[in-house]
């Protein structure tokens, strides 16, 4: 498995402990990461506070520009539309996503927004990189609130 997947494993690890949706996300720019957060949606009662969306503002503010042509996005979780969206926006070049989502993903599930012709920009794209670790992080996290 990727060193940047497991970074955002640990993201999405810090997240569950702090009682949000475990989902990590990395932001890597010439083998740099730029970007390193997890879900913070409960913490800034902001449902927009998905680890993909805080992950892009971090990574445009540390290289000072909107556009992350030349950046990899690593994610825990099939992006939502929301992020998709996000995602095409900024221009980040390779998103590579640990487990999918069935229920809330957008990019080889639901909408699957990357292959709409409204889609402005489509990412290289690759699945299942740490998916059994992500996996587990999310039953975990599911049971215990149950």
């Not at 992020?83 to 590579?96: E, P």
């Not at 999918?100 to 699945?127: L, Q, T």
Request: with cysteine.
């Amino acid at each position: 498995m990727s060193q940047f997947m497991d970074r955002a494993l640990k993201e999405a690890e810090q997240a569950a402990i702090r009682g949000e949706v475990p989902v990590g996300a990395v932001i890597v720019q010439n083998g740099n990461v730029v970007a390193a957060t997890g879900n913070r949606m409960l913490e800034l009662n902001d449902a927009t506070a998905h680890a993909e969306i805080l992950a892009i503002r971090a990574a445009s503010d540390a290289i000072g520009n909107a556009r992350l042509g030349d950046c990899d996005l690593y994610v825990t979780l099939e992006p939502c539309t929301m992020c998709a969206g996000a995602i095409s926006f900024a221009r980040l070049r390779r998103v590579y996503f640990a487990a999918e989502d069935i229920k809330g993903g957008a990019i080889e599930n639901g909408v699957r927004f990357f292959g709409d012709p409204s889609c402005h920009h489509v990412p290289e794209v690759y699945s299942g990189l740490g998916e059994t670790s992500a996996r587990a992080l999310l039953k975990d996290f599911f049971q215990k609130l149950r």
